[in-house]
């Protein structure tokens, strides 16, 4: 006999109404021709599984479960007679009108006058199986928007080609000589401006966006850090989606240097320790 398996007498089992009090569904299944079927229950039983009193004495486990469940509770059934315990087992509890139920349930191996017996509980985790996934939910939903936040960089990256050819496209102007050249030129020339005018929307709709995604970010930088500016702030929600010191000084408008600096008075202004990386340390915001 296993540690975990014990004697019960199941007439005395039987009488006690303790099990009534329970909070979740109480079994307990008797070991006939190597299946095991319902003997004793509490009307939590009944009144979840939606069968009566007389339709419930004699159901074998399976009864109670779908097949895409059968290989968990086969499992736990060969852990029961094997440790004389099993924990931890989710499945989904079929009740009489065909609907389930998740539920998490654990048995308990005995022996009661010559049969091999368990008896367990089950408990209803409709609301932690709700909250998961709608956390999961959340989650992906999140992985979503960065997804396309994260996006802006490529923009950048052609905002950055693009100002390249418009001064090339400039320096190409200074060369011609002829007017009909300056006119076709000057043609390309407007038709890049357009495009340019489109793409400043682009950094509107980046600070709406970061917003909705990060809502509580500048609410939550400035608050534990009321000296920022604006315009630090602003560095420190283009580092938070991982632009670099180059994209950023060309989004600002200033040069590398700037960039430096704004970075050296930022993290002074935050007093941080020069091992924390201040992109490290925005992550948490």
Known sequence: MSESQFYLDLNELKGDKIIDFLPGIFYIYELVEEDFELIHWNTNHEKVTGYASSELRGKRVYDFFYPTDFEVIRNGIAEILEKGIVKQVYANLRLKNGKTLPYL???????????????????????????????????????????????????VDQFLKFKEQLHEAVTELKKMESIDEVREGLSRFEKKMNAESKKQGMLEIFQQRFSEIHDQFFANLKLKHPSLTQSEIKYLAYLKIKLSNFQISALLNVGKEAIKKKKYRIRKKMGLDASLPLEVYIDQF
């Open 105 to 155: 349930f654990e048995g308990y191996k005995f022996e009661s006058n010559g049969s091999t017996c368990f008896l367990g509980v089950g408990l209803d985790v409709s609301t932690y199986v709700s909250a998961r996934e709608e956390l999961n939910r959340a989650k992906f939903d999140l992985h979503k928007r960065n997804k396309e936040l994260f996006g802006f960089n490529l923009q």
